[in-house]
């Protein structure tokens, strides 16, 4: 376990490691609080629109427009 090769005298780590072994059904990824959820979220959106540009741009090689 862990807990027997951390010094009892610090609890910092002793209480951030049952924190997040706490099943309270966040995933691990947010239990680091708001900061965690705010970098989460915006993670999310850079991917999504990220490859939506590519998507769009892989759309506009295929069909470019015609010359009149």
Same mark, same amino acid.
């Given at each position: 376990?862990?807990? #027997?090769?951390?010094? %009892?005298? +610090?609890?910092? /780590? ?15 990824? #947010?239990?680091?609080? %708001?900061? +965690?959820?705010? /970098? ?29």
């Amino acid at each position: 376990m862990l807990i #027997l090769h951390v010094a %009892v005298h +610090d609890m910092s /780590l002793i209480q951030y490691v049952f924190l997040h072994q706490e099943d309270n059904g966040i995933p691990v990824h #947010l239990k680091g609080g %708001v900061s +965690d959820a705010i /970098l989460y979220r915006a993670t999310m959106a850079l991917t999504i629109l990220g490859s939506a540009y590519v998507v769009y741009e892989l759309v506009c090689a295929a069909f470019p427009k015609k010359k009149e």
